[in-house]
């Protein structure tokens, strides 16, 4: 979202998760600085280094873009220089983040997935930035990505790269099945009926195109989530310490969600990987697919179809989680460097740069002045699915955040897993995640 805005990490994440991967993002460097203003410096400051965490493959278009934004930093605070470590997917720099702090060494800064929260209260290594920033500065950003950031109404990290799911459709293949190309499934009912006349067979019945994939890999909870906020609940607790797993409404989400692929046979049976659902939409494999709104540049500069982007269908209302990353200021470093990072964090969320870094991947403004810039309105009015999942927000949720985060996760994973593929029921695979979730969280609930 899991899933407002995008930032420097966000399109580096669109292939491993919720945002979330891997990106492949052409980005114009030069353009995201252009209009902001200088940051008056005082010229006998200290001088200070900040040891910057960000989750990307070393090499690319991004760090490319995240070394020249430390740059353009550095020019309007000579005092203060920026140093980027790249650490590979999110979950590979949390674990250099885990390993620096017990070894007592951790960052200045990092870019982190917002669910990390708990895991990172839990091991005391986050600094509180209520205070940091004032409450105008807050309030500032889209409530949806709020959720994430607070601990009741402690606020522990900044929204930086966000998303939400969005149904992405191939207008071309709509028109082809007698489907109207200019509206998208608005519900559950539409959607299976719509996927079903874009699922296509061949001459020797093997099925040559599908109506729908939705991942079941590394983020199948997310997509679950969605489905469930559709039908009326959300699957955890505001504070970490209670996930509602085996709710009824949770029950009919994923069941909805294996009959896709077992009953209606509209999507592909067994494993569909979060990676490789958007190319097998670029490429014509499926019709629709449900996927974060950070894949929203690649697809546009990909695609040789016309294709739309809405709301995912509702069931008995809207919703999606919302994903992606959050900025996080250490605990254990000097005041000075608490200080240099909060500025960084002022400089990269100011409304030029976070509507040119929305334009370059695709992921949501995370500030409503974004959507105020020239810049922004006027790519939103010539290309208006940039639009829909800013206007989805309204409908978002947290996404799923507990303490020991990690552990709840793969286990939920693992057991929706296995419901899709058929070898456990929706109903025991939701009372096995809840009473494994149980046992884990019960000691942090005392």
């Not at 990676?275 to 697919?289: E, L, N, Q, R, Y």
Request: charged share 20%; aromatic share 10%.
């Amino acid at each position: 979202m899991r899933k407002v805005f995008l930032t420097l990490a966000a399109a580096a994440l669109v292939t491993t998760a919720c945002g979330q991967g891997e990106s492949t993002q052409k980005a114009a460097p030069a353009s995201i600085t252009a209009s902001t203003p200088a940051t008056t410096v005082k010229q006998d400051a200290k001088p200070v280094e900040l040891q910057f965490y960000f989750p990307v493959a070393v090499g690319g278009p991004i760090t490319k873009l995240i070394d020249q934004l430390a740059n353009d930093f550095h020019q309007e605070n000579p005092t203060i220089t920026v140093k980027p470590v790249y650490g590979g997917s999110y979950q590979d720099t949390m674990t250099k983040v885990v390993t620096a702090v017990q070894g007592g060494t951790s960052p200045d800064l990092a870019v982190l997935l917002s669910t990390d929260l708990y895991s990172l209260l839990s091991m005391n290594a986050i600094e509180d930035l209520t205070p940091r920033f004032n409450k105008e500065y807050f309030n500032g950003f889209y409530e949806a990505f709020m959720g994430n950031t607070k601990s009741g109404d402690t606020v522990w990290s900044v929204p930086f790269q966000r998303s939400t799911i969005v149904l992405y459709y191939n207008k071309d293949l709509f028109k082809k099945a007698g489907l109207n190309p200019d509206k998208a499934p608005s519900n559950w009912t539409e959607m299976r009926e719509a996927a079903s006349k874009l699922t296509v067979k061949d001459s020797a019945g093997k099925t040559s195109q599908w109506g729908i994939e939705i991942p079941s890999t590394g983020y199948q909870y997310w997509m679950l989530q969605a489905l469930s906020l559709q039908t009326g609940t959300n699957i955890v607790s505001n504070d970490g310490k209670n996930v509602y797993f085996n709710k009824p409404e949770v029950q009919e989400a994923l069941q909805y969600y294996t009959d896709l692929g077992l009953k209606d046979k509209v999507m592909p049976e067994g494993t569909l990987e979060w990676a490789t659902v958007p190319s097998d939409f670029i490429s014509g494999k499926t019709a629709m697919m449900y996927h974060t709104t950070g894949n929203l540049t690649k697809v546009k500069t990909d695609a040789k179809f016309d294709f739309g982007v809405s709301f995912l269908p509702a069931n008995k209302k809207y919703g999606s989680p919302t994903g992606g990353g959050n900025l996080y200021v250490f605990k254990s470093i000097s005041e000075d460097k608490k200080q240099a990072a909060v500025k960084f964090i002022q400089f990269l969320t100011q409304p030029q740069r976070v509507a040119q870094w929305s334009i370059d991947t695709g992921y949501v403004g995370t500030t409503k002045a974004a959507y105020e810039t020239d810049l922004l309105k006027n790519y939103v009015k010539d290309f208006p699915q940039a639009a829909v999942a800013r206007d989805q927000l309204q409908y978002a949720d947290s996404e799923l955040s507990t303490f020991q985060n990690g552990q709840v996760t793969k286990l939920f994973n693992d057991n929706i897993q296995a419901a899709l593929l058929g070898k456990m029921s929706a109903k025991e695979a939701l009372d096995k995640s809840q009473q494994q979730a149980d046992e884990i969280l019960k000691n942090f609930r005392k």
